[in-house]
C-alpha cells in the first residue's frame, strides 16, 4: 500500500510539472534552452533532491537545506531505540540531536523535555523547525523535524526513522506544537555537509 501511495504521489507530481510546463510555454511564446539547461543539470547533480521534492510534493528550489536531505537518506529505517545515539538504534531526541550535530557542528539540549523549552513557538513551521508531541496528553513526549506540506521527520517507536505526516488523525491528535530553535533555523545554522 505505501509503495502504491508513492507511486501515485510521483504521479502527481509528474503532471503538475508537466502542466507547470505547458502554462509557462503559453505565456512565454518561445522556450528558452538555457532554462532547460540549467533545470536538468541541477536536477541530474541531486537524485536525492528530486527524491525528496518528490515525496514532500514542492520542487526541489524549496528545500532550503540540501544537506539534511542528503543526511536523512543516510538515516531513514534506523530502528529505534531509547537512548540510542547511532545507525543501530536511535530515539526522537537523539536523532534531532544528531542532525544537529551533523549540520551545524553544535551540541543542542538532548531530551524532548529540553528542546520544547528552546524553540520559539509558531504556527507558519519551515524545513527544519522542531515539532513536538503529546502522547499522554499531559507532557510533551515526542519531538522531530518539520520538512514541508505537513510532513516531518523522527525516530517513531514503532517504525524508526521515518517520514510521517502531521495532517493524519494520528498526529492531530497528538499535536502540541513547533518552531525554530531560539538560535536560528537550520538552514540558517547549517555548516557541515553529512558524513
Known amino acids: 500500500m505505501k509503495r502504491i501511495d508513492s507511486c501515485i504521489e510521483y504521479a502527481a507530481y509528474v503532471v503538475m510539472f508537466l502542466l507547470a510546463i505547458g502554462t509557462q510555454s503559453c505565456s512565454s511564446g518561445?522556450?528558452?534552452?538555457?532554462?532547460?539547461?540549467?533545470?536538468?543539470?541541477?536536477?541530474?547533480?541531486?537524485?536525492?533532491?528530486?527524491?525528496?521534492?518528490?515525496?514532500?510534493?514542492?520542487?526541489?528550489?524549496?528545500?532550503?537545506?540540501?544537506?539534511?536531505?542528503?543526511?536523512?537518506?543516510?538515516?531513514?529505517?534506523?530502528?529505534?531505540?531509547?537512548?540510542?545515539?547511532?545507525?543501530?538504534?536511535?530515539?526522537?531526541?537523539?536523532?534531532?540531536?544528531?542532525?544537529?550535530?551533523?549540520?551545524?557542528?553544535?551540541?543542542?539540549?538532548?531530551?524532548?523535555?529540553?528542546?520544547?523549552?528552546?524553540?520559539?513557538?509558531?504556527?507558519?513551521?519551515?524545513?527544519?523547525?522542531?515539532?513536538f508531541f503529546e502522547f499522554d496528553g499531559k507532557v510533551v513526549s515526542h519531538v522531530g523535524l518539520y520538512l514541508h506540506n505537513g510532513k516531518f521527520v523522527h525516530a517513531s517507536s514503532s517504525r524508526g526513522v521515518t517520514i510521517s505526516d502531521l495532517t493524519s488523525d494520528y498526529y492531530v491528535a497528538r499535536f502540541k506544537h513547533g518552531g525554530p530553535l531560539k538560535i536560528g533555523a537550520l538552514h540558517q545554522l547549517t555548516v557541515n555537509k553529512p558524513k
Open 30 to 131: 518561445r522556450s528558452s534552452k538555457s532554462e532547460i539547461k540549467i533545470v536538468q543539470e541541477h536536477d541530474s547533480e541531486h537524485p536525492i533532491l528530486r527524491k525528496y521534492a518528490s515525496w514532500l510534493s514542492v520542487p526541489v528550489s524549496r528545500l532550503k537545506t540540501p544537506e539534511l536531505y542528503e543526511l536523512l537518506d543516510q538515516w531513514l529505517g534506523t530502528p529505534y531505540k531509547y537512548g540510542g545515539m547511532s545507525r543501530s538504534g536511535i530515539d526522537c531526541s537523539g536523532f534531532v540531536s544528531v542532525v544537529y550535530k551533523s549540520l551545524t557542528n553544535r551540541v543542542i539540549q538532548r531530551s524532548t523535555k529540553d528542546l520544547d523549552k528552546a524553540i520559539k513557538i509558531t504556527k507558519n513551521l519551515q524545513e527544519g523547525d522542531l515539532v
